[in-house]
């Protein structure tokens, strides 16, 4: 169940910045043709609704996207609702056991996210934090900015989290050392439905600190650092200090790099999917297909990083044996 809480109840006004504008039930399509319906996780959904403008303005078809989390999409899948589930994570075996298959599309990422006013910004910027204290703060081991940093600042950790069923707060979970959605959502302060309130949480709180996807951190279309928004550098190696192969957060070109070269970890970096119930029909399958062929040039720039040679091609041929 979602918790209800005081501090910070003005977190009302949502909105502002261009990926967060996404979050919502969106369309494409030409008037005429077959609709395939798609729903699912909130990451995916800013770069499947590119891939279904672009494609509907080449095909005679209409694509409806909407957002709602991982779980949604599989459900409404499952339930033949939709034609594709967009998911945050690799199916689970009671999914798979219900139907599901799926195909690996990109990959998106999380990272931890600040306030660029908290009171020890500079030195999180310069210094990073390690996985432990990570851990250590979204479990409420250390509720104080200055343990945190190893500074004399007296001023609370206030956490933030996501009551939705989101594949991106249990790849969090799973980063920080195996902790489920739920137990994650009893430390919190606060639990918020979707990328789009726990960001704007974060514009609105110098004291607090969450997980976000990427392009609710850095502006969709430039690439740059969103609002009052800041990523959490990852401290890696734990020496105490970012070494200049872990600085990679000023811009997101630099960031999507460092995932595909594996220094910035998996997770929280993560394969996203495409679902079906059985297998994709015609119209979901050649859309399905266009996007693993075709489809793929637009990722980059979108604020994900590709799949490698090798395991697209793995993806491919899935998509084959599933149509």
Known sequence: MAREYSRRTMITALGTGSAMTLAGCLGSGSAGGPTIRISGGVGPLPMVQVWADLYSETHDVNIDVSGG???????D????QVDIAMMGRNP??????QGLVAVAMLIDTVVGTINVD????????????TQEMLASIFSREVTNWGEATGTDLDEPIYVYGRSDSSAAYKQW????????ENQLENFADGNFDGDQPVAQAINNDTLGISMNNINYVYDFNTGDLEMNIRPVPLDIDGSGTLSTDEDF???RDSFLTAVEDGIYPAPPAREMFLAAKNEFDEKAHDFVEWVLTDGQQYVRDNGYAPLD????????ERLAEVA
Request: charged share 30%; hydrophobic share 25%; aromatic share 8%.
């Open 173 to 180: 979970g799973e980063f920080l050392g195996g902790y489920t």
């Open 309 to 316: 040679d090798d395991r697209l091609i793995a993806q491919q």
């Open 77 to 80: 899948v499952l339930n033949e």
């Open 69 to 75: 989390g991982t779980g949604v999409g599989v459900s």
């Open 92 to 97: 689970d075996e009671s999914e798979l056991d």
């Open 118 to 129: 908290n009171p020890v910004y500079d030195e999180i910027r310069e210094n990073g934090l």
């Open 249 to 251: 957060y000023d811009d």
